[in-house]
T-cell receptor, first 116, second 114 residues
Framework: GAVVSQHPSRVICKSGTSVKIECRSL??????MFWYRQFPKQSLMLMAT?????????EQGVEKDKFLINHASLTLSTLTVTSAHPEDSSFYIC????????????FGDGTRLSIL | AQSVTQLDSHVSVSEGTPVLLRCNYS??????LFWYVQHPNKGLQLLLK??????LVKGINGFEAEFKKSETSFHLTKPSAHMSDAAEYFC????????????FGTGTRLQVFP
């Protein structure tokens, strides 16, 4: 089956640090990947859609300069949380959709980000 | 516009008894519907999907769901709960021709007691 690998699984760092999260599709090509944020006991909120070779599309209210997205290949997208602060602490999940038509999104295992 | 409502935030069952997780949707166009499961501190795993083929959809781990257009429902069922089924379950809707925009329900936490 389709596997999406997300790394790291957990990050603890000081306020002001920039943190990079990687999302890889291991056995399929994904022109489009997605970044979600999940607050405790809540559902997933789409932050941005990552497009290979072009700029990401951000949802309303998401700061693109704060959450930098790079999608340099058909199997890798990265999310960098720049100058992270405690309010950025959250569970970040990526997903990827196989380039074939009508394929569902497959999710990574998420990254627990804790900013001290 | 599309929306999805999960009617129960928590469901508790005993091991070996049936599971029913309820989901109602609203969509202006032909929808695709999904159920995902999330175990603690993990991502989401696809259980099953409906994409305008058979209305009764069988998924992994013995789960199935039935698309009922007249009731705008897509309830998830399993005949016999297992302890390992304890998790958070999300009902998700998207347009059938564009699965990029997923609309998530608020989730149902399933507890399974021995």
């Amino acid at each position: 089956g389709a596997v999406v690998s997300q790394h790291p699984s957990r990050v603890i760092c000081k306020s002001g640090t920039s943190v990079k999260i990687e999302c890889r599709s291991l056995d399929f090509q994904a022109t489009t990947m997605f970044w979600y944020r999940q607050f405790p006991k809540q559902s997933l909120m789409l932050m941005a859609t990552s497009n290979e070779g072009s700029k990401a599309t951000y949802e309303q209210g998401v700061e693109k300069d704060k959450f930098l997205i790079n999608h340099a290949s058909l199997t890798l997208s990265t999310l960098t949380v720049t100058s992270a602060h405690p309010e950025d602490s959250s569970f970040y999940i990526c997903s990827a959709r196989d380039n074939q038509e009508n394929q569902p999104q497959h999710f990574g295992d998420g990254t627990r980000l804790s900013i001290l | 516009a599309q929306s999805v409502t999960q009617l129960d935030s928590h469901v508790s069952v005993s091991e070996g008894t049936p599971v029913l997780l309820r989901c109602n949707y609203s969509s202006s166009y032909s929808p695709s519907l999904f159920w995902y499961v999330q175990h603690p501190n993990k991502g989401l795993q696809l259980l099953l999907k409906y994409t305008s083929a058979a209305t009764l959809v069988k998924g992994i781990n013995g789960f199935e769901a039935e698309f009922k257009k007249s009731e705008t429902s897509f309830h998830l069922t399993k005949p016999s709960a297992h302890m390992s089924d304890a998790a958070e379950y999300f009902c998700v809707v998207s347009l059938s021709y564009n699965t990029d925009k997923l609309i998530f329900g608020t989730g149902t936490r399933l507890q399974v007691f021995p």
